[in-house]
């Protein structure tokens, strides 16, 4: 079984500071993918940089405080960062582990909610990652090379993906235009969002905003993905999204898989 998770930390540190590593220890996922850490090299203490048994790699964002992905991983795997788009790069979004037959992501989206500008900049990150996603269902459909995309897109697809989905038309993260293009990557990239295969529930979210009283009542959003090739997807087993304890304003999100993971081989 191969288990993959998910989870934007809002923070690295503070997520170890609020139990993250005693929980991964008990959750025993073999790739953890991260999202937003906030943090610079040079501050990656071991704890945070090796836990446990994991080996860490990161793509840190320019900007100090900002941005930023990171991937714990159990197995031997070739790891690269960004995806050849100097703007986005920069911002440290991407970053990706090459086993022998399945290549794992852990991607960070803009949010747009500050404001037009970076709404203009999440759509601009849009039209450069969708040609390097159809690049990876090009490889799959040509050798049989698996993909699975995690991450925090900030972008909530259907109606039953977040509470008050009425009055969010209008707002980053729900706009038509967003909402048609994660629809793209399914219908015409083909790539399988495999939550939704394995669970057809409502209310399940992954983020809750923390005005209000929005993790109480559960009045959250589904932004947080495994968007995967359909071979990897048709082996999803079951799905999780962790709340018994609060790491950051998002909830880890968990898949596990009918796969052994093979180790990177140079060729």
Known sequence: MLRVTSLNVNGLRSAFRKGLAPWLEK????VVCLQEIKIQ???LIDELRHPLNYTGYFCHAEKKGYSGVGLY???DAQVNAGMACEEFDREGRILRADFKDLTIISAYLPSGSSGEERQAAKFRF?????PWVDAMMEDYKKTGHNYIICGDWNIAHKEIDLKNWKGNLK???FTPEE????SDVFDRRGFVDVFRKVNAEPDQYTWWSNRGQAWAKNVGW????????????DKAMATSIYKDER???HAPLTIDYDWKLAPFVAK
Request: aromatic share 10%; proline share 3%; glycine share 8%.
């Open 179 to 182: 909402r048609a293009w994660i």
């Open 27 to 30: 959750h025993n996922a073999d």
């Open 247 to 249: 790491f950051s304003d």
């Open 126 to 130: 849009l039209d450069h990652f969708g």
């Open 171 to 173: 707002n980053s993260g």
């Open 222 to 233: 589904r932004i947080d993905y495994q968007i995967a090739t359909p071979g990897i997807a």
């Open 73 to 75: 991983l159990r197995h």
């Open 41 to 43: 090299d040079a501050d």
